[in-house]
């Protein structure tokens, strides 16, 4: 290589990383952002709970009562494209996904966060990352602990703030069922998978 290219790919390296330094942050999520995030959170975890603690129904029931607030509170659409983006699915198996995934996910909900009703979960704290906000709650369990959780949210145009996954302990729950749901594509196929979640639904 000549002095006289070494020179100019030096420059063009110099420029990409000076573009790369001078770039604007991602937008991070407004003070305004952060209490809608922080309202929509605490009327999920309301509900969620209220729907959980109706008396006179059965657990069935009120996980019936509790897809209804997932699907309001929940941007079901990413988690959908998540968990099973390019996976293969037929338009049909798609369908059924799509209607299987709110009752899936109150029933996690419910399982994971059910218990301890008696005391309401408090929020302790919101903060951003990039243009979403974290929103965290400590949910109390049966057993007198207490189990620390963030509900991360965004903004959409139109849809107002919606949760886009869960943290237990700092795991995503995303994260943890978009594997387990691929090992049972790998495993089982589309179709166990769907007999899965038929199974663990409601």
């Keep these: 290589m000549t002095n006289t290219a070494r020179h100019i790919g030096g420059r063009v390296i110099a420029a ?21 995030a922080r309202a929509v959170t605490e009327a999920l975890v309301r509900d969620a709970h209220g729907a959980m603690a109706v ?9 019936a009562r509790l897809t209804g607030v997932v699907s309001d509170a929940f941007a079901v659409d990413i988690w959908e494209r998540f968990l099973v983006g390019d996976r293969g699915l037929t338009p049909a198996q798609l369908d059924e996904f799509h209607s299987l995934l709110p ?10 966060f059910g218990a301890g009703l008696g005391t309401a979960p408090e929020i302790s704290g919101t903060r951003s990352v990039r243009r979403d906000v974290m ?55 589309v179709d166990g998978l769907l007999a899965y979640m038929r199974e663990n639904a409601i």
Excluded at 16 to 29: S, Y
Excluded at 55 to 63: F, I, S
Excluded at 151 to 172: K, Q, T, W
């Design 103 to 112: 009752g899936f996910l109150a029933r996690f909900y419910a399982n994971r």
């Design 55 to 63: 008396a006179g129904l059965d657990r069935p029931a009120r996980v």
């Design 135 to 189: 929103v965290a709650f400590v949910i109390p369990r049966a057993n007198g602990t207490s189990l620390p959780v963030e509900y991360r949210v965004r903004a959409f145009a139109g849809r107002g703030p919606l949760v886009i996954d869960i943290m237990v302990g700092g795991i995503s729950f995303l994260v943890l069922k978009r594997d387990e749901f691929r090992a049972l594509i790998d495993d089982r196929g």
């Design 16 to 36: 990409g990383l000076l573009a790369i330094l001078m770039a604007p942050a991602p937008a991070r999520a407004s003070e305004s952002a952060e209490q809608a």
